[in-house]
Nanobody, 129 residues
Framework: QVQLVESGGGSVQVGGSLRLSCAASGYTYSSSSYCMGWFRQAPGKEREGVAAIYTSGGSTYYADSVKGRFTISINNAHDTLYLEMNSLKPEDTAMYYC????????????????????WGQGTQVTVSS
């Protein structure tokens, strides 16, 4: 099972930027055979898919609410996943989780779903005005 550890969360003002990182280890298959994703969950709300990427370097997927503001990427060694977040809004405040899934990106209407098999513990992002 893939182990995932997020970092980089914090407090930022509206319009600011943050970069989240997720350290990945323990791939049971080739590290280029996974889909990695970022999710977020605000208090009282369901977990929401934010972005996803194939580790093979292929397609990326974004929720409409973050398109043009957030960028998902992964390093060449496939051991660190990133989420660059710009133009942050108060509604981006949430616990952010990274996730991994073998072979496919579970998607619905172009947005990652919570069907990933491995999850990190989360990192808090707070955007204040």
């Amino acid at each position: 099972q893939v182990q995932l550890v997020e970092s980089g969360g914090g407090s930022v003002q509206v319009g600011g930027s943050l970069r989240l990182s997720c350290a990945a280890s323990g791939y049971t298959y080739s590290s280029s055979s996974y889909c990695m994703g970022w999710f977020r969950q605000a208090p009282g709300k369901e977990r929401e898919g934010v972005a996803a990427i194939y580790t093979s370097g292929g397609s990326t997927y974004y929720a409409d609410s973050v398109k043009g503001r957030f960028t998902i990427s992964i390093n060449n060694a496939h051991d660190t996943l990133y989420l660059e977040m710009n133009s942050l809004k108060p509604e981006d405040t949430a616990m952010y989780y990274c996730a991994a899934n073998k072979f496919i990106c579970p998607l619905s209407r172009g947005k990652p779903t919570a069907s990933f098999v491995a999850w990190g513990q989360g990192t808090q992002v707070t955007v204040s005005s």
